[in-house]
């Protein structure tokens, strides 16, 4: 054995996994050894996000662990397997599955389990609790067989799991034994609001119901019968009556633990044992149980400093939350229920909007201790603020809730008044300080921030408030909060089009006059030459807009590096003819071209001079080709499967249908490129879920994803709408792109506009479903000019003299770029490099 | 900067032979030039087409504008300016290309000497 000391992490649970992931980081990494045990067949992942399991997400959307996390930092890891004792007299650890392994040191962060009521009949079929992604599969299985779905339990996470429910298309009701939703976060007022918005959502809510048993159902699998002689009639039931610490092997071995459970912690972590620590919601720190991550984060981050000799530790957390559930906005902060002596309560009570809200502040008025908010959250962060901070309060506290209707600003203080030690994220504790130096040391945007900080990518909450400390400094900074496209139009993208649109401007130079100023540049030509395109879609060697085209829409085709060119006909679906195959196999030859199948199922001639494009793509066009578009931001290629026709289990003809898709956007330019693809069955063998556009075929329709990505950064397509017919399809797809073309950055794949949308899946299924801008028609009415515009742009280019001359190397030579060299290999040619060149010219 | 080029006269083309507000390439004594005509100064400029970043000869065919004060062209293979006077790169001081002097003169586009 090495002479490293033994470290075992008990339970890869979020919790456990931040551990891993501090010790990675920090000094000591290389004098440990770590093993760790993880009783799920899976590794760490996100519960917090648990429920977008049923709207999409996958179980690696929702993973913890990057991809070799554990072989590349040496930790070794038993999967499937649950540690069963600790023998702390020969300190070892031993498994369910024979593993016995000693430690110097042991971390446990076994998480807390779901708490079922001894219930008589509890343990029937269909009934389940809300904890991993096991058991969101389970009933997954049998919410499909099942009509009706009750919850156990109205708090947090019972709502939550009702709205799983409903997804599934139960009819839906939570039974709850306290009088009122919630009841730990909120007061009476606030619940009775909760409530009714609840019920209009089509759950029904029953409190103070005491279930007393479960028996068989006449009409469905069970009836619940409560205590007031009453009972409900369901098919499935979940449990969600609280959590339980997992203390059961602390027990085992001695540790000492709370009178209601809990292994007992001192301020760094420490159980009654030095050598073992305990984190996470295992843990009873002061009595308490702290059923939120960002605490557990915490306690994960003082073990690993604990382990590295660095001063650090746990001193309680704020249990504050702001959560949407089922739609609805709620908030509560600190003392909710004024239990402080003397505390004043100031409510808001909204009847018309359903919006309630309550400070509680101290008796001399100066400090806020707590609050509630319903149905409009958005004073959440500037309150959770004055508390932690201990702010003095305005001269009339109620000022804070109160509504601003004269338009003289909120009161909230703002972000100024905060101290730079404030914590703005609790999920990755970042300070206002530590944002404001991020700032300064140049992540001027909300994506730069993010990404050297954290802030904002956990639970969200932070938003609002990391985005307003961002615009703070940068005014601090004599910096704009500029969103300006570049230094010659002060707007936005979004606004270019808009002006475009409205003004039915034509050219880049009646646009610079009216609204920008000097001569534009490589980002402004390209990017209102692509907004001009996208509303009329005329010719892009037009001469007002040939200068503006990026050279590969200039030239009709991609610049390589030598200054050739590559020519990708339009191969729609992948589908081609084997004469087109010989015809492009000619061509290659005829010119010398080097040939490469792509990744995108077609054909890619490389190393065409400039001068040549014209008559190549001549050839090209009399034999049937057209432009692939290869060089535009605009529709690539929409990828298939070989589909019904022939595949054995394809239930649609996937090959049709890509190629009615590719002709039907061919030549739709776009703030980026876009990629389509069709699958003929849930074997997926054209990746749809990697595209733009990606469609798969089911017994009943089509499945239709949106804004996957491959590339620099891939992203799995959201499941947007399930069994759609082919018409509706058309729509949403012509609604979803116009609305993308219409709003999206320069540049911006739909992955990145989608993860940058406020709301993001739902609300793009408002605007595209529900059609809650109104623009619905106009959307697909704009999409049908351009489909009805569409041209080839190379045809007509090689029917233009005058535009074909426009490809000669030089405007006053017959000659071509002399110092384009090829050499051969594998019987092709390719670019000669630098000192090759060199000595060919010599 | 003294050169070859600059100690004589030399008809190109028509000024309507260049690409409007873009660039256009032309080939003197084995030398490729860049041309770029900016419409509304009624101007021509000229820059060797060799691009010394991609190592190609392609900047006649990048896109021209303004930054700030200066008149500059994009490379179309990596983006970096070039000042249409002067052939600085904007990028990086210590890269400049060869810029020629040319002039419209009845409507053809001649470089060499001026004055
Ligand atoms: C030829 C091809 C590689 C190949 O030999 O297979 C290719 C070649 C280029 N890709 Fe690609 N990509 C090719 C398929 C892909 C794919 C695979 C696919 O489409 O299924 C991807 C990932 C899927 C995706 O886009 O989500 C892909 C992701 C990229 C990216 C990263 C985009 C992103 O959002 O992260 C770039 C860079 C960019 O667009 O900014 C890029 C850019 C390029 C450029 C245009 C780079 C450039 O500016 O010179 C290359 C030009 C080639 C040329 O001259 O024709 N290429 N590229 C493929 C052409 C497919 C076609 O038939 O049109
Ligand atoms: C549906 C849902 C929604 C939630 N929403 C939020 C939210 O919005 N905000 C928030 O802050 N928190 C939320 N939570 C709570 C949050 O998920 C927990 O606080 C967090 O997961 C606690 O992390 P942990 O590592 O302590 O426990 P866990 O994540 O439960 O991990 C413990 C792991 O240890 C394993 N384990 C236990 N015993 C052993 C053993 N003997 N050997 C090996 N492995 C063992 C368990 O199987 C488990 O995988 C939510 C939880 C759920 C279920
Ligand atoms: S992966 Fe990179 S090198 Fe390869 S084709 Fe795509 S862009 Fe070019
Ligand atoms: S507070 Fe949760 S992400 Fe910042």
């Given at each position: 054995m090495s002479d490293k000391k033994q470290l075992v992490v008990i339970g890869n649970g979020m919790v456990g996994h931040k551990f891993l992931q501090s010790m990675v980081s920090s000094d000591v990494m290389q004098d440990y050894e770590i093993t760790t045990f993880c009783e799920e067949t899976r590794f760490a992942y996100d519960r917090v996000h648990l429920s977008s399991y049923f709207s999409g997400k996958t179980e690696e959307d929702l993973s913890l662990v990057e991809p070799g996390f554990f072989e590349e930092n040496n930790i070794t890891v038993h999967v499937g397997d649950r540690v069963s004792n600790i023998d702390r007299s020969r300190k070892v650890v031993s498994s369910a599955n024979g593993q016995v392994i000693p430690y110097d040191k042991v971390v446990l962060a076994t998480g807390s389990f779901p708490f079922v009521p001894p219930i008589p009949g509890h343990e029937r079929d269909n009934c389940f609790v809300y904890r991993t992604i096991d058991d969101l599969v389970d009933i997954a299985k049998a919410g499909e067989e099942s009509k009706v779905g009750v919850v156990i339990g109205g708090g947090l996470l019972g709502l939550e799991a009702a709205k799983a429910l409903k997804d599934l298309g139960l009819k839906t009701h939570v039974v709850e034994f306290a009088p009122r939703l919630m009841a730990v976060q909120i007061d009476d007022g606030a619940g009775a609001v909760l409530r009714k918005k609840i019920e209009e959502l089509g759950v029904s809510v029953h409190t103070q119901k005491n279930t007393q048993g479960i028996v068989d159902g006449e009409e469905c699998l069970h009836r619940m019968n409560f205590a007031d002689g009453s009972h409900i009639e369901t098919d499935v039931i979940l449990f969600s009556a609280g959590i339980r610490p997992r203390d059961d092997i602390a027990r085992d071995c001695g540790l000492s633990l709370g009178e209601r459970g809990g292994i007992i912690v001192n301020d760094h972590c420490q159980t009654s044992d030095e050598d073992i620590y305990a984190i996470g919601e295992c843990a009873l720190w002061d009595g308490k149980i702290f059923g939120l991550v960002a605490p557990g984060y915490q306690m994960a981050q003082v073990v690993a400093d604990q382990l590295s000799a660095k001063e650090n530790s746990f001193s309680g957390a704020d249990m504050s939350t702001k959560l949407k559930l089922m739609g609805v906005d709620v908030a509560s902060i600190g003392d909710a229920h004024a239990t402080t002596e003397k505390a004043k309560i100031y409510t808001y009570v909204n009847g018309a909007d359903d919006v309630y809200k309550k400070i509680v502040v101290s008796e001399d008025n100066k400090r806020l201790l707590g609050a509630v908010l319903i149905g409009d959250t958005v004073d959440y962060g500037n309150l959770l603020q004055l508390r932690l901070n201990n702010i003095t309060l305005p001269e009339y506290p109620d000022s804070l809730i109160l509504p601003q209707r004269d338009g003289s600003g909120a009161t909230g203080l703002g972000v100024e008044a905060l101290p730079d030690a404030a914590q703005i994220c609790s999920c990755f504790d970042v300070s206002k300080g530590a944002l404001c130096q991020a700032v300064s040391d140049g992540a001027t945007t909300m994506s730069a921030l993010k990404e050297v900080t954290s802030a904002t990518t956990g639970c969200g909450g932070c938003t609002a408030l990391v985005g307003q400390v961002l615009n703070k400094e940068l005014e601090k900074l004599g910096m704009d909060v500029n969103t300006d496209l570049c230094e010659h139009f002060a707007y936005t993208r979004q606004d270019l089009y808009h002006l475009v649109r409205v003004g039915k401007i034509k050219t880049f130079d009646e646009m610079i006059e009216k609204h920008g100023k000097g001569y534009g540049c490589d980002i402004c030509k390209p990017t209102i030459a692509s907004i001009l395109a996208s509303c009329w879609n005329d010719y892009v060697l037009e001469t007002p807009h040939a200068g503006l085209q990026d050279t590969n829409d200039r030239y009709l085709a991609n610049i390589q590096k030598n200054g050739t060119y590559s020519i990708v006909p339009r191969i729609a679906g992948g589908e081609i003819t084997p004469d087109k195959l010989i015809v492009l196999g000619e061509v290659g030859k005829k010119y010398n071209l080097y040939t490469k199948i792509t990744g995108g199922q077609r054909i890619d001639l490389f190393g065409a001079r400039q001068e040549e494009l014209p008559i190549i793509w001549k050839e090209l066009i009399d034999a049937g080709f057209e432009t692939g578009h290869a060089y535009g931001k605009s529709l690539r290629t929409v990828k298939s499967c070989v589909g019904s026709t022939w595949c054995r289990y394809g239930v649609a003809d996937s090959v049709t249908t890509a190629i009615d898709l590719e002709n039907r956007y061919k030549g739709l330019r776009a703030p980026h490129k876009i990629k389509f693809a069709v699958s003929g069955c849930t074997r997926e063998c054209a990746e749809a879920?990697?595209?733009?556009v990606g469609v798969i075929a089911t017994e009943n329709g089509w499945n239709l994803y949106l804004c996957g990505n491959g590339g620099m950064k891939p992203r799995h397509g959201d499941l947007f709408a399930t069994d759609l017919d082919y018409e509706t399809m058309i729509k949403y797809i012509d609604r979803f792109l116009m609305f993308y073309v219409k709003t999206a950055d320069r540049l911006q794949r739909t992955s990145t506009w989608m993860t940058n949308l406020d709301g993001g899946i739902d609300y793009l299924r408002e605007v595209v479903i529900e059609d809650s801008l109104g623009l619905a028609e106009t959307f697909e009415a704009e999409m049908q000019i351009v489909v009805d515009a569409y041209q080839c742009e190379w045809k007509t280019t090689v029917e233009n003299e005058e535009k074909s001359k426009s490809f000669n190397a030089f405007v006053n030579s017959d000659k071509g770029d002399s110092q384009i060299v090829f050499v051969p290999e594998r019987d092709q040619i390719r670019p000669a490099r630098k000192e090759e060149i060199a000595a060919k010219l010599n | 900067m003294v050169n070859e080029l600059m100690s004589k006269d030399v008809d190109i083309c028509a000024l309507t032979d260049l690409n409007e507000n873009a660039g256009t390439a032309a080939l003197v004594d084995d030398i490729q030039l860049a041309l770029f005509y900016v419409k509304k100064l009624e101007k021509v400029y000229a820059l060797s087409n060799y691009d010394p970043f991609s190592e190609a000869n392609v900047l006649s065919r990048g896109i021209i504008g303004s930054l700030g004060d200066e008149l500059v062209v994009a490379s179309p293979v990596y983006k970096q300016h070039f000042n249409l006077e002067t052939g600085q790169c904007v990028e990086d001081e210590k890269v400049s290309i060869p810029a020629y002097p040319v002039e419209i003169i009845n409507g053809r586009v001649v470089l060499g000497s001026i004055g």
């Open positions: 879920q990697s595209k733009d | -």
